[in-house]
């Protein structure tokens, strides 16, 4: 059974730093990525990771800021979180595929971060 378990949100102040971590279990994956959702918004891409290379690829938003990667030895992606913002202020998931492109059938809890302003 495949299990994502996301942990790192809280509450930080505008231009602080969070990493959020999403270990997973029970499969290999070929590509993780983090979504987020703020309030009354519809879930929104944020970055992705191939398992295999490292590749990684990012919303515009958060270029320059954020940083995903991951550990294959421990089964966890990261996303590093540096100068946020408060409209960085959303529940973030971590999603996962075990076939590129493959619509994310596996998705974590959620783990939330609010920055202030």
């Known amino acids: 059974q495949v299990q994502l378990v996301e942990s790192g949100g809280g509450l930080v102040q505008a231009g602080g730093s969070l990493r959020l971590s999403c270990a997973a279990s029970?499969?290999?994956?070929?590509?993780m990525s983090w979504f987020r959702q703020a309030p009354g918004k519809e879930r929104e891409f944020v970055a992705t990771i191939s398992w295999s290379d490292g590749s990684a690829r990012y919303t515009d938003s958060v270029k320059g800021r954020f940083t995903i990667s991951r550990d294959n030895a421990k089964n966890t992606v990261y996303l590093q979180m540096n100068s946020l913002k408060p409209e960085d202020t959303a529940v973030y998931y971590c999603a996962a595929n075990r076939v590129p492109d493959n619509g994310y059938p596996y998705w974590g809890q959620g783990t939330q971060v609010t920055v202030s302003s």
């Open positions: 029970g499969r290999t994956f070929s590509d």
